[in-house]
Each structure stands twice: as structure tokens, then as C-alpha cells.
């Protein structure tokens, strides 16, 4: 049956306005004051704004990762959806020694007839051989035209220079793009050692083992070598200023660099990894969280452009059992905090009502513009005749404390907790199909679907 939103206000990346919506299989149809149509169900938007479903370009849902695994897609995709984000895209990692396909594979069994929203991969690339290298057209075929690599975790999943010069060129080749972990995990190692010797085994030495300038020096290097190639590029959650500047120094040079930050960059500093009895370890997270004048730079960033998406980093394990494994060496603690849910209303209550981010700008950043850079639009990412009804009304006034013990992820802590905020989400529609309404989850595990996305060309023009 179709469905008419009425008397709400529709906000999108660069227009507010107040406007009906038809909405008929699947698909926004009709746009335009008052609509009639006899044959549709009527959803009442009274004093709502109505958003398009935000999308969330970086998180890692049931991922093993740092020796064990993240909460999973029958739970972190439920509270992706009530927090108002509709797709997701995960990172799928290379399982080394196998294929690019593999590690695709592995993660799209996972996320079938669990997800609750809908869900796109970007490719960790862990181990690049020349077969893989080749298989780089097919992947992006298979609608993933997103490769990601680690400056980081040696050992592990980092990668040399040479890799991501070789990666940056095939990706080129096939219109795809690169994103980065930007941090020199060398020197990290070594940084880590040292605290280790001196017996600063604590969550806090995760911080000190990772200063700012590991981070910028490879924001400068990742940007180096993709100008050498002269391919785009995609910074992973940047955490403070000077990786900020070296950002804004490309751009200013015209190079194609996009760039990302999370809400806990910008709401949570390093004193958080201080808190006794190790509840610091609930906190690391790489990078890892910084001073406040960090804060304010990233701020400034997402307001000038520099940074144009923010993405949550969902990557998400509980304090008992999990982020334990690293009690006595912060080296063991795995590495992510959560964010999935929460995205939306953080930013409506600290950049929208504190006046740092207007609502348009606030929906480019949570959801056009990462649309755009992940070749989801403009089937996705905006409210236009054409466009999937993946829709989200929203009560800007609605009041509510972010606690653990009502959130909807799989977590038994929360990095918010306490956080007021003012602005929520009431009503979600997935490719039309309502799966939140007054803020419950009334969908089903399997109504999300894998999206195939755009080579990255497709949009490159229309992002500012
Ligand atoms: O600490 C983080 N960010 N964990 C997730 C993996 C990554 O580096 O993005
Ligand atoms: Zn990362
Ligand atoms: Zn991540």
C-alpha cells in the first residue's frame, strides 16, 4: 500500500521546507504540498522533521578483531535503525591468504537475514598479492568500489608504503576509493614497548603510546603517496587538529581528499582513559581520544569543510570478557567504542542546538555527502522523487539520557552514558517498509538488504 507522509518538514542536505511525501514501492514518488491520494496510508509528521535515513560509512559489526569479535548485526543493526540510520556500510577484511571475495563472502553471510537495515562493504585489503591486485575490477563490479588500509596495527593489518601506492593504482584503474587508517604503526610499536618496560601497563599508555604526531605524520604520508598516483582519497576518523590542517593544506591544493571524524573525537577527551579500576579501557579506541583544543579544531573542520562526514566507528565489545583481555597490557585491549545508535541525536543536541553545525549541514554530514562519497546517491542520502523511501521523522524536542541499560546494542556499557540529549528519532521507513515507530523497533532482522554501490567517478562531481 502507499504511504503519504503529511504536515512535516522536510529537511535534506541544502533545502528545509514543508511538503508532503508519497511514497509507493519502495520509492519516494510524489513530493508536494498537499497531497491527496484516497488509496494510501496516512503518516501524521506534525512537528517533525523529516530527514532522509542516515547512513553510517564506517562501522565494524560482528568483525573479529583484536582477538576477538564485535556485537552483532541481530543487535547493532536494531539500534542502527532507532537511532535513525537506515545503511550501513561495514568493513569486510581480507582474510589473509585468501581473496578479496573471500573476505566479502565471509561478511555478507553474516549480514543476510540478520540486518535490520540495509548494508553495503568496503574491503579491508590485508594482504595484496598480484591475484588480488586483478581482482580489483570484479570486486568493484560486485558493487563494492570501496578499498580500506591500515597505516596501523603492525603485524596485524598494517600495510607498507609500496602496498598502498599499488592499491591507490589499481583502485584508480577501476574508479574506486581508497580509505585509510592514518596512523604510523612503527613507531606506535615501539612507543608501546617503551610504556610496557617502564611498567605503564594501564588504558591511559594506549593514548600515550599513540600521540597526535603518529597520526599526522601518516595523514601527511597517505596524502603523499595518493597525490604521487594521483588517485582520491578517504581519511578514516581523524581525532584532532594537526591531521586536521594537513587535510585542509591538500584540499586547499585541489587534491581530491575526503575526510571523516566520530562523535567520540568530538565529544570525549583523553581523561575518560584516566577513570579508575579500569574503566579507562571502555575507551580505547585508535586513534585514540585527545585534548579538548582537539576538539575544537575538529569542530572547526567539520564547519569550513575540511571534513566533510562523520561516521560512527561502530566498533563495538562489551567490558566483561572483551576489553578485559587487556587488564594487565593496554596492548590486549581491543581497539573501538560504540556509536551506531546514538550518532544522530549527539550531533542534533551538540552541533545543531549548540550552533555549530545548521540542520542541513548536519544531515550532508550524517548521511548526502557519505551517500555521495560511497556511490549510494542519490538512490540514498536525500528525499527526492526517485530516491528510496528511506526516511526518518524526527522530533527535535524530544528529551532523553543515553544510558546503557536502554540503549539497543549488544553492549553491557556505553561510551555516552550520562549524555543528555535533546532531539530523537520517532519513526524510521526503510525502502518504504516502516521498521521504528514511536521510537520501537517494529521491522524484522532480514529486511535490510546488501546495496551494490557506484564506482566512486559516479558522484565525484556533485561533492562539494
Ligand atoms: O579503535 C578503532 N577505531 N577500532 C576499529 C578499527 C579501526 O581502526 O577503525
Ligand atoms: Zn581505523
Ligand atoms: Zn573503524
Known amino acids: 500500500m502507499k504511504k503519504l507522509i503529511k504536515n512535516g518538514t522536510i529537511v535534506t542536505s541544502s533545502d528545509t521546507y514543508e511538503a508532503d511525501i508519497l511514497i509507493e514501492s519502495g520509492k519516494v514518488v ?89 548494508y553495503g562493504f568496503h574491503i579491508g585489503v590485508t594482504d595484496l598479492r598480484d591475484d588480488v591486485i586483478e581482482e580489483i575490477p570484479t570486486i568493484v563490479k560486485e558493487g563494492i568500489p570501496t578499498l580500506k588500509v591500515f597505516m596501523a596495527y ?71 603517496i595518493a597525490e604521487i598516483v594521483g588517485a582520491p582519497l578517504f581519511i578514516v576518523h581523524v581525532s584532532g587538529d ?65 571534513i566533510e562526514a562523520i561516521g560512527s566507528d561502530h566498533c563495538a565489545f562489551n567490558f566483561n570478557g572483551q576489553k578485559e583481555l587487556g587488564k594487565d597490557d593496554f596492548r590486549k585491549i581491543p581497539n573501538g567504542g560504540n556509536g551506531i545508535e546514538h550518532r544522530l541525536t549527539l550531533l542534533h543536541t551538540h552541533g545543531v ?40 521523522l524526527f522530533d527535535p524536542s524530544k528529551q532523553q539520557t543515553i544510558s546503557q541499560s536502554t540503549s539497543h546494542q549488544g553492549l553491557d556499557y556505553d561510551m555516552f552514558e550520562g549524555f543528555e540529549t535533546t532531539g530523537a528519532p520517532t519513526d524510521v521507513f526503510l525502502r518504504g517498509k516502516q521498521i521504528v515507530k514511536n521510537g520501537q523497533f517494529i521491522g524484522q532482522l532480514g529486511d535490510g538488504q546488501f546495496v551494490r554501490r557506484n564506482a566512486f567517478g559516479y558522484c565525484y562531481d556533485t561533492i562539494k
Not at 605503564?200 to 599513540?210: G, I, K, L
Not at 555527502?369 to 560511497?374: L, Q, S
Open 154 to 224: 603492525k603485524n596485524d593489518l598494517m600495510i607498507d608504503d609500496a602496498t598502498m601506492y599499488k592499491t591507490l593504482a589499481a583502485a584508480k584503474d577501476e574508479g574506486a576509493l581508497v580509505m585509510v587508517h592514518c596512523e604510523n604503526g612503527d613507531l606506535i610499536s615501539l612507543l608501546q614497548e617503551k610504556c610496557i618496560e617502564n611498567n605503564q601497563t594501564e588504558p591511559f599508555y594506549h593514548a600515550v603510546s599513540r600521540p597526535i604526531e603518529v597520526e599526522t605524520e601518516a595523514t601527511y604520508r597517505a596524502i603523499s
Open 353 to 392: 542546538l549548540e550552533g555549530k553545525l545548521s540542520l542541513n549541514k548536519m544531515v550532508d554530514q550524517l548521511s548526502t555527502t557519505p551517500a555521495k562519497v560511497m556511490g549510494l546517491f542519490p538512490a540514498k542520502g536525500t528525499i527526492a522523487v526517485g530516491s528510496d523511501a528511506d526516511i526518518v
Open 30 to 118: 510524489q513530493i508536494g504540498r498537499n497531497i491527496s491520494e484516497v488509496d494510501a496510508e496516512v503518516v501524521d509528521a506534525t512537528g517533525k522533521l523529516i530527514l532522509p535515513g542516515m547512513i553510517d560509512e564506517h562501522t565494524h559489526i560482528e568483525s573479529p578483531f583484536g582477538g576477538t569479535v564485535t556485537a552483532p548485526w541481530k543487535t547493532e543493526s536494531v539500534a542502527a535503525a532507532i537511532g535513525g540510520t537506515t545503511t550501513v556500510v561495514d568493513f569486510a577484511l581480507q582474510p589473509k591468504g585468501k581473496t578479496l571475495m573471500d573476505g566479502v563472502d565471509r561478511w555478507k553471510q553474516r549480514a543476510e537475514g540478520s540486518s535490520a537495515i540495509d
Open 242 to 306: 594537526e591531521p586536521a590542517e594537513v587535510i585542509r593544506a591538500a584540499k586547499a591544493k585541489g587534491l581530491p581528499i575526503y575526510a571523516e571524524t566520530c562523535p567520540h573525537y568530538l565529544l570525549l577527551t583523553i581523561d575518560e582513559l584516566k577513570k579508575p579500576n579500569f574503566e579507562g579501557g571502555k575507551y580505547v579506541c585508535s586513534p585514540p581520544l585527545r585534548e579538548q583544543r582537539h576538539i575544537d579544531a575538529l569542530w572547526n573542520a567539520l564547519k569550513d569543510g575540511t
